[in-house]
């Protein structure tokens, strides 16, 4: 059996609206990950610090006022910053069609909008976390 | 014998018969339980005569941008027939910073309109007939100084304090539970909840300082009972400390209005609004020995409905929308709102506003929602499921105060850790086709997210503009008056006494949101949130 996945659920931002953050963590949860939840009003700087600390192999961003692109290049910043390259990086929210390549391409690994199914949330991160495994 | 039937439970966990009849109404007395519309215990309605004598409010919730842009909405929605306004803020106007604080950067203007000072909300009601539109202002932890900021623009269009009719949202508890906008501990936000509280009923005698929110709490993860239940715990915790600051429940408990939601299982929603109101009725007269019928009268918002629209095949929300209106109308709702059927993705175009604002007229004027009242009372079905709604309604508040009340309920999470719970299992029903959305999880099209929804842009100009008129009014008002009145705030919040007159003062000397809540922050210190999943 190796280790479960360290999954940190971050809710960056002023935005308040947590439910989605909270579903997707216990989802996370259930599935037999090790789910660290940041609470609301985070700075990318004190998320990426925890992703540090915390040595993550996860982290889940949940944004839904709409700020996803300014927030995910900043967070990605701070992570290289502090050399904490190696998480997967998922973000969630609302988050129009347009901006899905552009998340991907600021570094995000997966994009999962307002809608997205909590099975497929879990599974893409399950798979990518064997696909390190094995490489 | 009939062939077995598929079992229904309704949200609220009550199980549903096949047919109803008259031994469903067994317990239920006429005059005790239903009674009149306008008597106690209210549930057929407030009023004797309901939307026969006025229809519902129609007030849709808009903002965004600068306050000039959202100036303009709301007189093209007044210019449709919409009769109230209900005002959106941004993230940093609700969080209690200015537009040019770092951690605003990237949300100024985004979710909502910006406000750094009384020019803001001067500019914002600039032709807006304030006399005879009431107004709402959703906001919370800094409560104060908006309502400080539009009392002080009334005054100067020339509607003194006693006259301004208008609601502000300032309800702290639930946004611990939903939402998320607080600021500061609950103990102290309390105290700037019972200073608005105390200074209307001393000053501004039409004003609704709080309007209790069922409605994120439900989006939360709620069931409708809970919804009620919930927020009626809440409304009695800000009872309780106007109560203790030595105010007459007469005085102000019928100023606390309620803000629920409309989406889910039509009947459950009819009925839960009937048993809310009769629930009240009997709270308020039992509990807290109120005499004056207003305080025992129910008043609410019923609207929304966003945890019910779909970002798949979003025109399907414009169908949702209508019943949802329709809920509300048979539901009694003073004032009704519709989230838009693009809002899942974005601020709603005008179009779609107008559609909302159309589908409530509709209701209201053209299909007869408004010929008689409570049409529905004396059904089998749901005479029934009001009452057995009103009892879980008392469990579940009696479970409230198990926790020590909903004070200490939020305080220490164990509200939010049931509403994540069932927000958790909602979603896995959605996703097992145990609730059924149409769209999403039965006749699910290949393609079902809509390249129709015209996305709101979010524009840096209208950042720019309002950062820069920000540096206009810290250039040009009085300095010393501004570190004077903000000295005042500070000593009124060390002392802890009532805040209001002296934010008053100081937003006059266009001190900005920023600037006060920094005070507050620095005497009260901010929110530690539990987090427990």
């Known amino acids: 059996m190796s280790d479960p996945i360290r999954v940190l659920v971050a809710k960056p931002g002023l935005d308040g609206h947590d439910r989605g953050a909270k579903v997707v963590a216990i989802a996370f949860k259930e599935a037999g990950m090790e789910v660290i939840y940041t609470g609301l009003h985070q700075t990318t700087d004190a998320i ?21 692109l300014a927030i995910t290049r900043s967070l990605v910043e701070k992570l290289r910053a502090r050399g904490k390259t190696d998480a997967l990086l998922v973000v969630g929210g609302n988050i129009p069609k347009q901006d899905r390549d552009v998340l991907i391409e600021l570094g995000a690994d997966g994009v999962f909008p307002t809608g997205s199914r909590l099975d497929d949330i879990v599974s893409f991160v399950r798979a990518k976390m064997e696909e390190r495994a094995h490489e | 014998m009939s062939k077995p039937v598929r079992p229904v439970v309704l949200e609220s966990g009550i199980e549903v018969k096949p047919v109803y009849g008259p031994e469903d109404l067994a317990g239920i007395e006429f005059a005790n339980d239903i009674g009149e519309p306008g008597q106690f215990p209210y549930t057929r309605g407030i009023h004797p005569l309901m939307y026969r004598a006025r229809p519902f409010t129609m007030r849709q919730y808009t903002g965004f941008g600068t306050p000039a842009e959202t100036n303009e909405r709301f007189k093209y929605l007044i210019s449709n027939g919409q009769n109230a306004l209900n005002v959106a803020f941004d993230l940093p106007t609700q969080m209690g910073l200015d537009s040019d604080d770092p951690l605003a950067e990237g949300e100024v203007g985004r979710v909502g309109m910006a406000v750094d000072t009384l020019k803001d909300i001067e500019v914002a009601f600039d032709g807006v007939p304030i006399d005879r539109i009431s107004v709402s202002l959703t906001i919370n932890a800094p409560t104060v100084i908006l309502l400080a900021m539009y009392l002080a623009m009334a005054d100067k269009r020339g509607v003194p304090m006693n006259e301004v009719r208008g609601t502000t949202q300032n309800d702290i508890l639930k946004e611990y539970v939903g939402r998320g906008a607080w600021i500061f501990p609950v103990e102290p936000a309390m105290r700037l909840i019972g200073d608005t509280i105390e200074f209307c009923s001393q000053h501004a005698p039409k004003y609704y300082p709080v309007s209790v929110c069922g409605y994120h709490m439900r989006e939360s993860g709620a069931t409708p009972v809970q919804e009620i239940a919930w927020a009626y715990s809440i409304a009695k915790a800000y009872i309780q400390h106007g109560i203790a600051r030595g105010l007459d429940v007469d005085d102000f408990a019928g100023r606390i209005s309620f803000n629920f939601n409309i989406f889910g299982n039509l009947w459950e929603q009819i009925c839960k609004f009937r048993a809310a109101r009769r629930l009240w009725a009997r709270l308020m007269r039992d509990e807290f020995g109120a005499q004056k019928p207003e305080t025992m009268q129910m008043k609410m918002l019923a609207g929304g409905g966003g945890a019910g629209l779909t970002i798949e095949e979003p025109e399907n929300n414009i169908v949702r929308g209508s019943y949802y209106a329709l809920i509300s109308a048979l539901g009694g709702a003073q004032t009704m709102a519709l989230c838009c059927y693009d809002e899942a993705y974005t601020i709603p175009t005008p179009r779609a506003q107008l559609i909302s604002l ?3 007229q509709i209701v209201a004027d053209e299909i007869g929602l408004s010929d008689t009242v409570d049409p529905l009372a004396g059904s089998y079905y749901i005479e029934s499921l009001t009452a057995e709604m009103e009892k879980r309604m008392v469990d579940e508040m009696r479970r409230v105060d198990e926790m020590g009340g ?26 097992s086709g145990e609730l059924v959305k149409i769209g999403v999880n039965k006749y699910r099209s290949e393609n079902p997210e809509s390249g129709e929804v015209e996305l709101h842009p979010y524009r840096q100009a209208a950042v720019d503009e309002q950062i820069a008129r920000l540096a206009q009014v810290r250039r040009e008002r009085d300095t010393e008056l501004v570190a004077r009145t903000l000295r005042a705030v500070r000593d009124a919040a060390e002392k802890k006494q009532n805040v209001m007159p002296a934010v008053l003062d100081a937003v006059k000397a266009y001190a900005t949101t920023g600037e006060i809540t920094k005070i507050f922050k620095d005497v009260y210190g901010v929110f530690r949130e539990p987090v427990i999943l």
């Open chain 1, 48 to 68: 990426a610090e925890a992703a540090l600390q915390e040595d993550v192999d996860v982290i889940g961003l949940s944004v839904l006022s709409g700020a996803h």
């Open chain 2, 358 to 360: 159309r589908t409530m």
């Open chain 2, 406 to 431: 909903m004070v200490q309920a939020v305080a220490t999470g164990q509200i939010q850790t049931i509403a994540a719970r069932q927000a958790y299992e909602f979603e896995r029903a959605v996703e």
